[in-house]
């Protein structure tokens, strides 16, 4: 097992999504880092790039006692999975969250003008979506999902980034237990098959009545997967 786990947030989001699986797990007595990807909270002013993304998990595995468990959701789980794929020896086993599908570059296209589109509504556009995320979730999870600002400027160069993964090749190369967790009504489930057909070592959950940002709709089941996960992980 490890004792070292860390946690790649979602885009436009931060580290503060994290906060409620942060908790619990240092509470269990891990040592969890959590860190900014360029662009996003603490290094809003940062421009996001893909050099910069796999840097910052370089870094953050590099500053861990022991090989950890990687995790990531969304773009921190398509960051997963690619850094997992090209980074052997390095980590003790991998969780790629609400990203299991095969996005290609018209489709991340079409899904960064969806993220964008609610930005050209006159208004506050922060504001405005940090309510919707409320509605669908908690007070409480948009506040976590926020809580380090809503990142700008952004987008672009995330869906370039993402269009540019042969993700399931890097599946193929991961060479430590990998679990996908989905959340029941992700949309991006669409490939999840794919995914664990692809693993050397591959396990998918499912979390009920969850959306695409699983570990705020049920925060303390995924506390419990990433306990079970970096007890199960065996360094390579």
Request: aromatic share 6%; glycine share 10%.
């Amino acid at each position: 097992m490890t004792r070292s786990i860390v946690l790649i947030h979602a885009v436009r989001s931060s580290r503060t999504m994290w906060k409620g699986q942060r908790r619990r797990l240092r509470e269990r007595g891990y040592q969890v880092i959590v860190p900014d990807l360029p662009g996003h909270g603490r290094r809003h002013d940062e421009p996001f790039t893909l050099e910069g993304a796999l840097a910052t998990i370089d870094a953050a595995v590099a500053a861990c006692e022991e090989p950890p468990l990687l995790v990531g959701l969304s773009l921190g789980g398509y960051l997963t999975v690619h850094w997992a794929g090209t980074h052997p020896g390095r980590l003790a086993g991998a969780v790629a969250a609400d990203c299991t599908i095969v996005p290609g570059p018209a489709m991340a296209r079409l899904y960064g003008l969806w993220l964008t589109m609610k930005d050209w509504l006159p208004g506050d556009s922060d504001a405005r979506v940090a309510r919707s995320f409320a509605r669908r979730h908690t007070r409480k999870a948009a506040k976590r999902y926020y809580g380090g600002g809503r990142a700008h400027g952004v987008v672009s160069a995330v869906v370039r980034a993402v269009g540019s993964f042969d993700l399931l090749a890097d599946v193929t190369r991961i060479d430590v237990p990998i679990t996908f967790v989905n959340g029941e009504h992700d949309p991006f489930r669409r490939h999840e098959a794919l995914f664990l057909e692809a693993a050397r070592d591959g396990e998918l959950v499912i979390l009920q009545d969850a959306g695409h940002i699983a570990n705020l709709s049920r925060p303390k089941r995924f506390a419990k997967i990433l306990h079970r996960c970096a007890g199960q992980a065996v360094s390579a």
